[in-house]
DNA sequence: ACGCTTGATTGGATCGATCCAAGCACGATT
DNA sequence: AATCGTGCTTGGATCGATCCAATCAAGCGT
């Protein structure tokens, strides 16, 4: 910084307000900077700029060991958007459980090497929450909160409106006879995805009674699940995740039948299998880089007033239609 | 700091040491120290740190906008393992494109944010390394150098051995004519696969030709190659995706044929949805904990000793065997 | 008993940028 | 023309940990 200072023939105090101030200095000095700066090749140092202004410009983020069975690359596109916060650096850690993971939230925070943390997967009772809370650290989480004292600020998927509009194209299509197949009830994700076809149901004075069924997301387990709604004589199934979408193809080939010409498939996450199934599968996309922004932003606006009411989001996904949802209306 | 020493009752250069040189201390001095920084619940700052020492004891990680059809969920587990690195924090940055990659390397050295680097996805002739190289910066790659200058030390993962353990697979059990559907030759890693299975077959004395097909990882281009080789006769097929195996999949359905029972089917990568299938998809598994391991531990040799001569490294993977690729043998 | 060596401990200076308060120059006002 | 005020610029102190050189205590041999 002296360099850029004795190159531009200021001070270097003026060098750091052309940096932080600019609105400071007269326009012709403060060109002299920046040209002294460019030719120089001249940046800020990271750590000593952390040091005195006791900030790190840093956000945290826990990455979990992945978890068998439970669909990761969910995390890949919004942590790329995570980490093109303006402004702020992602430092990414790892964890094996949730009591390690507040561990090292106790360490990061003692060092000083982040200012705020992003959440992920968020669970009922999440003990994150209230542990940021009581210290007052900033934090945002993608998920909502499950717990009744809602504490911090987060944003989620409105996973009810994803599960309506794929409903909804069901219904636009000519079916009636939509049936849901879900998640075993008690998963806050899962109960609220299932409400989303409930209601779609009736408001269109639509049957609903019978018409669900609940797995697991493992093959088999979906595909037996998908068989029960078939002997129903669904013409359409909406099903809250990718994975058991691939149960309704299962079940539907042994049947000798195919998705998309003879029953309608939809599912949740647009997993990066979906464009490669045959028939290519319709499915909920998630707005991860919306989710991503969004959690950015409120940890910013928390940072600047720390006592700001909590804020919450829900964000409405997209529905992706491919071949499995028609293009044939089954019901007529 | 000041207060850990005063609680001691030593100087803050003997806090210091306790934590750098502890083998300085006297064994007495040492306990009294390190139980003032355990009731205190001190913490050395990073920022105060890093400025001193002129390190920053981080490692840089550009994570790419998600290239579509792309498999992107390999990230997920070779990032925690990355990030679990001992000793060293985790910087992860997004980028759109390579020159933007670099354009963030020079930001970050500039601001001395990180240490180091780590490259995935190397290309041909990837600018990357000699960049790097020439700055004298610290980097480990995961995918190999595909130039002729060999920069850099890398890791990567052994396609010809995964492809020739699959092959191997089929032959043992019993499979005398067994297609490899690859990609289009000029990949290199595509080409390297596509290797293991020649040699293997070769060294069993089977035929080779006539037996291969290539396509995209786009579904209908999957099957029809698949659809080709099975024009052939073939009982048995090694897929070096796990995208072109979904082909093999569905060009089997096409004729009422099943995978596993009729003819025998591997992919290469394991990707989550291998286990949701119907059969579940036998595959060759990436051990990409263990190339994240080997990155860091050539970076860290590296910042060691900067001028040691470049090391590289192929990795092993491990075939993963499913209902797919049997269990029956198909050739009897 | 004394000096000497070894080993642990101490205070002071330093890394690079920012905050603070004081200084200077310039233009406007009377 | 002198004074005042505003606005830009300046040097000095500071953040917290580490490096350096000097000091101090203890142990050993003569």
Redesign the interface.
């Known amino acids: 910084m002296a360099d850029v200072a004795r190159r531009a023939e200021v001070g270097k105090q003026t060098v750091s307000n052309a940096l932080n101030n600019p609105e400071l200095l007269r326009p012709e000095t403060l060109a002299r900077v920046k040209a002294a700066i460019e030719e120089l090749?001249?940046?800020?140092?990271?750590?000593?700029?952390?040091?005195r202004r006791r900030e790190?410009r840093t956000i945290g983020f826990a990455?979990?060991?992945?978890v068998a069975?439970r669909?990761?690359?969910v995390?890949?596109?919004f942590?790329?958007?995570l980490?093109?916060a303006a402004g702020y650096?992602?430092?990414?850690?790892?964890v094996d459980s949730r009591e390690q993971e507040i561990e090292r939230y106790d360490?990061l925070l003692?060092?000083?090497?982040v200012d705020a943390f992003v959440l992920d997967r968020t669970g009922i009772d999440d003990p994150r929450h209230r542990w940021l809370h009581d210290r007052s650290v900033p934090f945002a989480a993608f998920g909502r909160s499950w717990s009744d004292e809602d504490f911090g600020d987060w944003v989620d998927v409105d996973g009810a409106a994803g599960i309506e509009a794929a409903t909804e194209h069901m219904v636009a299509a000519g079916h009636r006879k939509i049936g849901l197949l879900g998640w075993p009830a008690g998963s806050g994700t899962g109960d609220d995805r299932t409400e989303g076809w409930r209601r779609t149901m009736k408001r269109h004075g639509l049957p609903v009674r019978g018409l669900t069924a609940a797995a697991a997301?493992?093959?088999?387990a979906a595909?037996r699940a998908a068989s029960a709604l078939l002997d129903q004589g669904v013409t359409a199934i909406v099903a809250v995740s990718d994975?058991l979408a691939?149960g309704c193809?299962?079940a539907l080939?042994e049947r000798g039948q195919r998705p998309g010409a003879d029953v309608a498939v939809t599912g949740f996450d647009d997993?990066?299998?979906a464009?490669?199934?045959?028939p290519?599968l319709t499915s909920v996309e998630q707005p991860l880089e919306g989710a991503a922004a969004e959690c950015v932003r409120m940890l910013v606006e928390r940072i600047a007033d720390p006592r700001r009411p909590y804020g919450q989001r829900l964000l409405t996904p997209r529905l992706v239609v491919r071949d499995s949802s028609g293009p044939t209306a089954a019901g007529a």
Request: hydrophobic share 35%; glycine share 6%; proline share 7%.
């Open positions: 090749g001249y940046r800020p140092h990271t750590a000593a700029r952390s040091l790190s990455l979990e060991r992945s069975g669909s990761n690359a995390n890949d596109r942590l790329h958007a980490a093109a650096r992602l430092l990414v850690f790892s360490e003692g060092e000083q090497a997301n493992r093959p088999d595909r994975a691939l193809y299962d080939r997993s990066p299998f464009e490669l199934l045959d290519p």
